[in-house]
């Protein structure tokens, strides 16, 4: 039978009944509930206690990890606008008028200054069909239209449903192959006139209009260069022609008013024509890179905090961080204090560590950005400043290889949170089994105790009944002797 000195004696386990109820209370009465809970409770709350304190620890382990997995994936996407040098290719492309043009640089841009004149821009074709009395309702005729547009032909064929000049036109617009025709109807005080415009610019992308159908029912629709009087006019200013500009007194045509192949990276979007060459100037964009490494210097402090804090101690309320001493966090800061901290072969002996373009750290790990020293760097080198980010052994290319280690899947941030998974499934499992220990403890004392409740029960009968039987005997005098 189970025993333990750690009882409750909150209330009475055995009760004793009065002599004159005895018989009918069987006597002596053990309350068993009572005393097999407190039995089982001295026994389950101090294991019970050592599971929950661990499972707690762990499950801060835990939150701690994915704190820190969490702080580490939010720098590392600060570090993809310097670890590499393309991040560095920020060219920009300037026009002293922007009336005339204006441009845009890409990464493998040119640098230098140029000389751009705009001789005339690229014009689109449109052209105007003679009048049709009736305005757009009226009937032209039915038959088969190939319209063509530079080199791209394309059919129409035109029946009784859309044989209006209005008709016509939304059979053009909605026609399968199209290259780039858009038709309307424009009426005047002489009636509908049906407007043919290209979309596309440039000399060679002029409308042609045939009947192909060998009647003549559209004759009054066809177009062709070789007799640019019949049928139709071109509107004003609707010329088809190409761009024509010179950089740098190189002079170039465009079919476009947007040139990209002119000039090594750079787009041209030409405006109007110069009166007198304007200057293109391309030059790296140094205030994009200094916000980006001012954006880089705010997300380490960000980091920098969650790390502090999880490895923490405050000494005025004893309270200690998730992961103070902990050697994964250690780990990982000594990783970024390396980084951070490194020398690098960027060629130059000037700019080579964070520190040399302005970039100093505070009395709590923090770090600040002296402005005017990192322009001041650019300005100077700017090939190196970019080597110290982006180079396979720069601050920022080596950080994102770091994490990313850190991060993967059998890392050691993983591995750890695997780990520590395991342990509150095997606490988990230690606490399901406590409980059914103290189930089987708890049925197997109810079971001991009812059975001394019930001989104590009967003892106290037969003592009742001895007491009486004794009571109902003779008494025995005793005799003196003479």
């Known amino acids: 039978m189970t ?23 069987g006597g002596s009465v053990i309350d068993v509930s009572s005393l097999v809970s407190q039995l089982v409770a001295a026994t389950q709350d101090p294991q019970e206690t050592i599971i929950s304190n661990q499972t707690e620890s762990v499950t801060s382990e ?3 990890v994915g704190t820190l997995q969490s702080a580490l994936s939010t720098f590392q996407s600060s570090l993809s606008s310097l670890d590499t040098p393309q991040a560095f290719g920020t060219e920009s492309a300037t026009s002293s008028d922007t009336t005339a043009f204006t441009a845009t640089a890409g990464s493998d841009a040119a640098l230098g200054s140029y000389a751009v004149t ?33 080199g791209t032909s394309f059919t129409v064929a035109i029946d009784s449903s859309d044989d209006t000049v209005a008709g016509i036109a939304a059979a053009i617009n909605s026609a399968t192959g199209n290259p780039g025709i858009e038709a309307s109807v424009v009426t005047g005080t002489d009636g509908a006139h049906l407007v043919l415009t290209s979309t596309l610019t440039g000399a060679s992308n002029t409308i042609q209009v045939a009947e192909t159908d060998g009647g003549d029912g559209l004759s009054a629709l066809t177009y062709s260069s070789s007799d640019p009087t019949t049928n139709y006019t071109e509107a004003p200013g609707s010329t088809p022609q190409d761009a024509e500009f010179s950089i740098a007194g ?3 045509t465009s079919a476009s ?34 916000s980006n490494i001012e954006a880089f210097v705010s997300a380490y402090n960000t980091l920098q905090s969650s790390l502090s804090s999880l490895g923490s101690y405050d000494s005025s309320t004893d309270t200690a961080g998730a992961m103070l001493g902990n050697p994964l966090l250690l780990g990982i800061q000594n990783e970024i204090s390396s980084a951070l901290y490194s020398v690098v072969d960027t060629g130059s002996s000037t700019y080579n560590s964070l520190a040399s373009i302005g970039i100093t750290t505070n009395s709590d790990g923090s770090l600040s950005v002296n402005d005017s020293t990192l322009s001041a760097a650019l300005s100077s080198d700017y090939s190196a400043v970019s080597q110290l980010f982006s180079s396979t052994s720069g601050v920022a290319a080596s950080l994102n290889t770091q994490i990313t280690a850190d991060l993967a899947s059998g890392g050691p941030i ?35 105790y009812s059975s001394l409740n019930t001989l104590l029960s009967s003892l106290q009968t037969t003592s009742s009944y001895l007491t009486q039987a004794f009571a109902t005997l003779p008494q025995v005098q005793g005799t003196s002797n003479a």
């Open 257 to 290: 008013n947007t040139v990209t192949d002119a000039l090594s990276g750079v787009t041209l979007n030409l405006l109007a024509p110069t009166t007198s060459s304007a200057t293109l100037t391309v030059a790296t964009n140094t205030a994009t890179i200094e």
């Open 250 to 252: 190189v002079s170039y």
């Open 3 to 25: 025993t333990t000195s750690s009882v409750s004696s909150s209330q009475p386990i055995v009760s004793v009944a009065s002599s004159s109820s005895a018989g009918a209370a």
């Open 62 to 64: 835990i939150s701690a």
């Open 414 to 448: 993983s591995t750890t949170s695997q780990t520590l998974v395991q342990q509150e499934d095997a606490l988990t499992q230690q606490s399901n089994q406590l409980q059914e220990q103290m189930s089987q403890l708890s049925a197997s004392l109810t079971e001991q």
């Open 118 to 150: 705009v001789t005339q821009l690229a014009q689109a074709q449109q052209l105007v069909s003679s009048a049709f009395s009736g305005g757009s309702s009226a009937t032209v005729g039915t038959g088969t239209l190939q319209l063509s547009l530079g």
